[in-house]
């Protein structure tokens, strides 16, 4: 019996041997030299930034919309009827190009008589002119009563006033026939046909189409009151670059310069309405399309900027990680300013010397031993 207990007391003794070391080695006391009871955790890899400081321009953004400089509809100044379409439905055209023809005959026929008109009282002006020098010499030698002298003279006025007003007339009718041409009275792009061939247009009847410039064109939009200060000081200082953004378009392919700014602020609204003029030398821009413009007003200087990967969020608001002392992840809350590509200008909360941790932010916390990667 004694036996029996001594064995027990050995086996007990030996059970809590074996559970020692294992704890003893779980705590890695043994391989690292440790605190016995020390929690064990290894370095996360974590790939590190530089902060970035450079000088960069500072935009004010806004949504906008195109607008034509000059849209006016194709009318007809005299009556006759269409008689050709030179240039197709939504065409591009030159200034003085002809789009229209209206029968001419009737205004070339007018033309023709006023003509005659004016031929008829030339023969007579010159009869006028050759019998009044005649009776110049016969009036001086007392042959010729100053009665009939003076007759001569004013036939001679009359014949000359005829002559000015055949000549008025011939003016008119050129003109009249010159409208039966329609032309381009700028570079512009044509509309929808409205007056087929063999429509009868009248003088301040329905347009015949439309023609819209499409280069330069307006873009305009509402900037805020509260902007209107940093614009102004920015237009009094040079020309306002404009850079236009379509719908889904992250690079400008449009460029221009802010050209007008309103004199009164919308008193519902608190915005004015200000234009910039661009180009649009490709034509790609159509009035009444919605777009995006961003204004250059200032630039900068020492900016500090990481990627916006390298930000975090929560209740406190936006955050990084740097790599702090002993390799320690530092959470620091921070500001934020304008953006520049794939980097954000950080107002507050870093310096120019951090590194900022820009991967495996899921996989860490505040005082996580980080293992910095180039």
């Known amino acids: 019996m004694r036996n029996w ?5 050995a ?7 074996v559970v020692g070391v294992v704890i003893y ?3 890695g006391a043994g ?7 020390g929690p064990g955790m290894m370095a996360m890899p974590v790939p590190v930034v530089k902060i970035v400081k450079k000088t960069i321009p500072i935009y004010l953004e806004y949504a906008a919309r195109t607008e034509s400089i000059r849209n006016i509809a194709l009318q007809a100044k005299v009556s006759g009827y269409i008689q050709k379409q030179h240039v197709a439905d939504g065409a591009d055209v030159k200034k003085g190009d002809l789009i229209y023809t209206i029968d001419p005959r009737d205004f070339q026929a007018a033309l023709d008589q006023v003509k005659a008109q004016l031929q008829r009282d030339t023969a007579a002006l010159e009869y006028a002119k050759a019998n009044l020098d005649r009776g110049s010499s016969l009036a001086k030698s007392g042959y010729l009563a100053q009665d009939t002298f003076d007759q001569r003279t004013s036939a001679l006025r009359q014949a000359e006033a005829a002559i000015a007003m055949d000549e008025a007339t011939v003016r008119t009718a050129e003109i ?15 509309g929808r046909n409205q007056a087929p061939i063999g429509t009868l247009v009248s003088v301040g009847g329905t347009p015949l189409n439309t023609l819209v410039q499409l280069s330069p064109i307006y873009v305009s939009f509402n ?6 200060t940093e614009i102004q000081t920015a237009r009094a200082a040079g020309n306002i670059v404009a850079d236009i953004f379509l719908h889904g378009e992250k690079d400008s392919h449009h460029k221009g310069v802010l050209t007008f700014l309103d004199n009164a602020v919308d008193r519902a609204t608190g915005t004015i309405v200000a234009r910039a003029t661009i180009e649009n030398a490709d034509l790609s821009l159509l009035p009444g399309q919605f777009v995006r413009i961003r204004l250059a007003v200032r630039e900068q200087p020492n900016a500090l900027l990481v990627p916006q990967t390298a930000l975090g969020s929560n209740q406190l608001g936006k955050y990084v990680y740097v790599v702090g002392e002993g390799n320690k992840a530092d959470l620091r809350l921070v500001s934020l300013g304008p953006t520049e590509g ?9 310096s120019e010397g951090d590194q900022v941790i820009n991967g495996n932010l899921q996989k860490i916390g505040p005082g996580a031993p980080v293992h910095p990667l180039p």
């Open 342 to 350: 794939n980097l954000v200008t950080i107002l507050k909360g870093v």
């Open 25 to 27: 080695r779980s705590t």
């Open 223 to 228: 900037p805020s009151e509260t902007d209107l």
């Open 5 to 9: 207990k001594i064995g027990l007391a």
């Open 31 to 37: 391989a690292t030299g440790g605190p016995a009871g």
């Open 176 to 190: 009249n026939l010159s409208y039966t041409e329609i032309r381009a009275p700028f570079d512009g792009r044509l």
């Open 11 to 17: 086996a007990a003794v030996i059970v809590v041997v």
